[in-house]
Nanobody, 125 residues
Framework: QVQLVESGGGLVQAGGSLKVSCVSP????????IGWFRQAPGKEREFVAA????????LYADSVKDRFTISRDKDKNTVYLKMNSLKPEDTATYYC??????????????????WGRGTQVTVSS
């Protein structure tokens, strides 16, 4: 398992942008698929996006495709989620998670074995 720390959440108006970060002190962070999930009050945790170890392959939920971009900086041990055209329904706590598997990226939260504590994103209408 790896330690993950999210940051960058906040309050933004609808239509605005926000960039959240997931950083890890682990020297083997680059061996993990990193995913972003979110959970709104009273709702189940849902997949948002994920990126492969190399950063070459990405996967997005349909609800955020063409609005959100996931990327990773190996030198900084950081994965980013840039969120554009934000909507009130994007309001949630955003969590990053790590999956030590190799191969196809999964969107199943049960496949991710390390989780951060989350960062709150609130989009006002």
């Amino acid at each position: 398992q790896v330690q993950l720390v999210e940051s960058g959440g906040g309050l933004v108006q609808a239509g605005g942008s926000l960039k959240v970060s997931c950083v890890s002190p682990s020297r083997i962070f680059s061996e993990y698929i990193i995913g972003w999930f979110r959970q709104a009050p009273g709702k189940e945790r849902e997949f948002v996006a994920a990126i492969s170890q190399s950063g070459t392959n990405t996967l997005y939920a349909d609800s955020v495709k063409d609005r959100f971009t996931i990327s990773r900086d190996k030198d900084k041990n950081t994965v980013y989620l840039k969120m554009n055209s934000l909507k009130p329904e994007d309001t949630a706590t955003y969590y990053c998670a790590a999956d030590h598997a190799w191969g196809q990226i999964d969107n199943d939260p049960d496949e991710f074995d390390s989780w951060g504590r989350g960062t709150q994103v609130t989009v006002s209408s």
